[in-house]
């Protein structure tokens, strides 16, 4: 794992900047499912005490990303299919409920920012910036749920948009899986434009599901070529 140093203008308390550098070594693939979070270490690489990476171990904990384990310390969560499924599920309540909402209250220059996003998320998809695109997929998400307000719907949409990232099934999505995702975010943008509550509900819930019934056939593909391995 490597870490990059925390900015040395940042207004923000060092716990709060090491729990944001933590989540995005582990949204971006660089920590993966399981593997263990050394205090010092990350301390070292942050240029920073212990005791504000402590808190950000604490509050990643509390967000469902890693588990702090007795006798063991902090690792990386890992969930099984079930979990995985549930949670899918419970993103695209949520982030249903949330479209429905950002339609009734998202703003010009919202819009703007979420067609401005589809542009670059259109660029990115045809190059091999596997990071750089699932960073613009969480940019457009994360404007839809400001789009909609809410601080606990925030919250709740974080914890389980989150966790199956980590698993990085996005990694293996086909130049026809990309295109798929772009086409949901352009089409929700119309609708949001449009003040359609109901469509745009329904609309980032079939966006959702999609993304799940993919992943569930990528861990599929993945477990039968590793018994053939075997």
Same mark, same amino acid.
């Given at each position: 794992?490597? #870490?990059?140093? *925390?900015? !040395?203008?940042?207004?923000?308390? $060092? /716990?709060?900047? @090491? +729990?944001?550098? &933590? ?32 808190e950000a171990l604490q509050s990643l904990d509390a967000e469902g990303l890693i588990e702090i384990i007795p006798n063991r310390g902090a690792v990386v969560r890992s969930y099984d299919e079930a979990t995985l499924?549930? #949670?899918?599920? *419970?993103? !695209?309540?949520?982030?249903?409920? $949330? /479209?429905?909402? @950002? +339609?009734?209250? &998202? ?31 969480l940019v457009f998400h994360s404007a839809v749920l400001e789009a909609a307000g809410g601080e606990m719907l925030t919250e709740l949409v974080h914890k389980v948009m989150h966790i199956p990232i980590i698993y ?63």
């Amino acid at each position: 794992m490597r #870490l990059n140093e *925390l900015p !040395a203008n940042s207004l923000r308390t $060092a /716990a709060a900047a @090491a +729990a944001e550098a &933590i989540r995005t070594a582990i949204l971006e693939g660089e920590i993966g499912p399981g593997e263990r979070l050394k205090e010092k270490e990350i301390a070292l690489q942050l240029g920073i005490s212990s005791t504000p990476v402590r808190e950000a171990l604490q509050s990643l904990d509390a967000e469902g990303l890693i588990e702090i384990i007795p006798n063991r310390g902090a690792v990386v969560r890992s969930y099984d299919e079930a979990t995985l499924e549930e #949670l899918y599920r *419970l993103r !695209a309540l949520l982030e249903g409920h $949330a /479209a429905r909402e @950002a +339609a009734a209250r &998202i703003t010009e220059p919202q819009l703007r920012a979420l067609e401005a996003s589809c542009e670059r998320f259109g660029r990115l998809r045809a190059s091999d910036d596997v990071r750089s695109l699932v960073r613009e997929n969480l940019v457009f998400h994360s404007a839809v749920l400001e789009a909609a307000g809410g601080e606990m719907l925030t919250e709740l949409v974080h914890k389980v948009m989150h966790i199956p990232i980590i698993y990085r099934v996005y990694i293996w999505y086909s130049p026809e899986q990309k295109l798929v995702s772009e086409r949901y975010h352009r089409q929700l943008v119309r609708v949001l434009r449009e003040r359609d509550a109901p469509r745009a509900e329904a609309v980032m819930q079939e966006h959702v599901l999609e993304a799940r019934d993919v992943a569930r056939q990528l861990r599929l593909r993945r477990r039968d070529d590793a018994a053939r391995v075997i």
